[in-house]
């Protein structure tokens, strides 16, 4: 459903080039629901608005269905717009508040299709009730709804045209924790439904990930350092850095707690990244002379991939 070759997103500025995202390959088939995690500021963002071409791509290309999108502009967006949608993380700043609920939902149907009048009503009835959202809410403004409903909003807006693809970034994180897991559960029974639906879920939230994804990628300084299947790569992380962001997943039982990976440090600068491995001056085992020096390969472990000179040398 989407493939991401070699992709780069470099932004000039008065301090020199940002690497939001460096030379990142990714392929997400049809139906999967592929979890993209790292700290803020690791590119995820950047990967998801690039992909629907809400950024320019540097350098790589984007296919979405069979189709080069990345140099996409213009009218050319226009069949991009109703293969993929975004669903952005904080619903209340993603809907126009001078625009009800009917209006905002009713808008791409206007722009995509030739539906009009009493029935483009009765669509957009029909799509807020499958998001769980009553006929009433139509009249409603975006301030006179919970955050929940308002993320409920966003979705069904941007189920109207009948995607295939989604990027989900950070749908839930500013949402309750009971309002959190009826949404997971609303984006499991829409995969559930439609089998072709392909997500991107962009999301520092592991615990999420873990129930949701089928795959997770984890990105460090805007490269991806370990891909695999989700069961694979949270029973037996290889790369360092996945293993210090799973070790801070808090556990029920307070003794497991104990065995966490401190990270020491912040994520460096994009603008000057480390030499070699850029994760080398966080990394509690990185080999002086190596790990500072050469920037390490892929290493292919069956069905998961890491990139890290020791998971390099186990497997030799
Ligand atoms: Fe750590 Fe070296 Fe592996 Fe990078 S390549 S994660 S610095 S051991």
């Given at each position: 459903?989407?493939?991401?070759?070699?992709?780069?997103?470099?932004?000039?500025?008065?301090?020199?080039?940002?690497?939001?995202?460096?030379?990142?390959?990714?392929?997400?088939?049809?139906?999967?629901i592929?979890g993209?995690?790292?700290?803020?500021?690791?590119?995820?963002?950047?990967?998801?608005?690039?992909?629907?071409?809400?950024?320019?791509?540097?350098?790589?290309?984007?296919?979405?269905?069979?189709?080069?999108?990345?140099?996409?502009?213009?009218?050319?967006?226009?069949?991009?717009?109703?293969?993929?949608?975004m669903i952005f993380q904080d619903p209340h700043s993603s809907l126009?508040?001078?625009?009800?609920v009917?209006?905002i939902v009713?808008?791409?149907?206007?722009?995509?299709?030739?539906?009009?009048?009493?029935?483009?009503?009765?669509?957009?009835?029909?799509i807020l009730d499958r998001v769980g959202l009553p006929?009433q809410f139509?009249?409603r403004y975006p301030h006179e709804l919970s955050g929940g409903q308002k993320q409920r909003v966003a979705i069904a807006r941007a189920l109207?045209?009948?995607?295939?693809?989604l990027?989900l970034d950070e749908p839930t994180s500013a949402l309750d924790v009971s309002v959190q897991a009826q949404i997971l559960e609303f984006l499991k029974e829409l995969h559930?439904?439609?089998?072709?639906?392909?997500s991107?879920f962009i999301s520092h939230n592991l615990a999420v990930v873990r129930y949701l994804c089928?795959?997770?990628?984890?990105?460090?300084?805007?490269?991806?350092?370990?891909?695999?299947?989700?069961?694979?790569?949270?029973?037996?992380?290889?790369?360092?850095?996945?293993?210090?962001?799973?070790?801070?997943?808090?556990?029920?039982?307070?003794?497991?707690?104990?065995?966490?990976?401190?990270?020491?440090?912040?994520?460096?600068?994009?603008?000057?990244?480390?030499?070699?491995?850029?994760?080398?001056?966080?990394?509690?085992?990185?080999?002086?002379?190596?790990?500072?020096?050469?920037?390490?390969?892929?290493?292919?472990?069956?069905?998961?991939?890491?990139?890290?000179?020791?998971?390099?040398?186990?497997?030799?």
């Amino acid at each position: 459903m989407l493939t991401l070759n070699n992709l780069c997103v470099h932004f000039p500025t008065k301090n020199g080039l940002v690497r939001a995202v460096d030379d990142i390959s990714l392929t997400l088939h049809p139906g999967e629901i592929l979890g993209l995690v790292g700290e803020s500021g690791s590119g995820k963002s950047t990967v998801g608005k690039a992909t629907l071409r809400l950024l320019d791509v540097t350098s790589g290309n984007i296919v979405l269905d069979g189709e080069d999108v990345t140099h996409a502009t213009g009218s050319g967006l226009k069949p991009l717009r109703t293969k993929a949608q975004m669903i952005f993380q904080d619903p209340h700043s993603s809907l126009n508040p001078r625009m009800t609920v009917g209006r905002i939902v009713a808008e791409p149907l206007v722009i995509h299709t030739k539906i009009r009048g009493h029935r483009l009503t009765e669509t957009t009835a029909k799509i807020l009730d499958r998001v769980g959202l009553p006929s009433q809410f139509l009249h409603r403004y975006p301030h006179e709804l919970s955050g929940g409903q308002k993320q409920r909003v966003a979705i069904a807006r941007a189920l109207t045209v009948d995607p295939d693809m989604l990027i989900l970034d950070e749908p839930t994180s500013a949402l309750d924790v009971s309002v959190q897991a009826q949404i997971l559960e609303f984006l499991k029974e829409l995969h559930a439904e439609r089998p072709r639906m392909t997500s991107l879920f962009i999301s520092h939230n592991l615990a999420v990930v873990r129930y949701l994804c089928h795959r997770i990628a984890v990105m460090y300084l805007g490269k991806i350092v370990e891909e695999g299947p989700v069961a694979a790569v949270f029973s037996n992380p290889c790369h360092p850095y996945t293993k210090a962001l799973l070790s801070a997943v808090p556990l029920p039982q307070a003794e497991q707690n104990d065995s966490r990976i401190r990270l020491e440090g912040d994520l460096p600068s994009p603008v000057n990244p480390p030499t070699g491995c850029a994760f080398h001056p966080r990394c509690q085992v990185a080999v002086a002379g190596k790990c500072d020096v050469e920037p390490p390969n892929w290493v292919d472990l069956g069905n998961a991939r890491a990139r890290c000179h020791l998971i390099e040398e186990q497997a030799e």
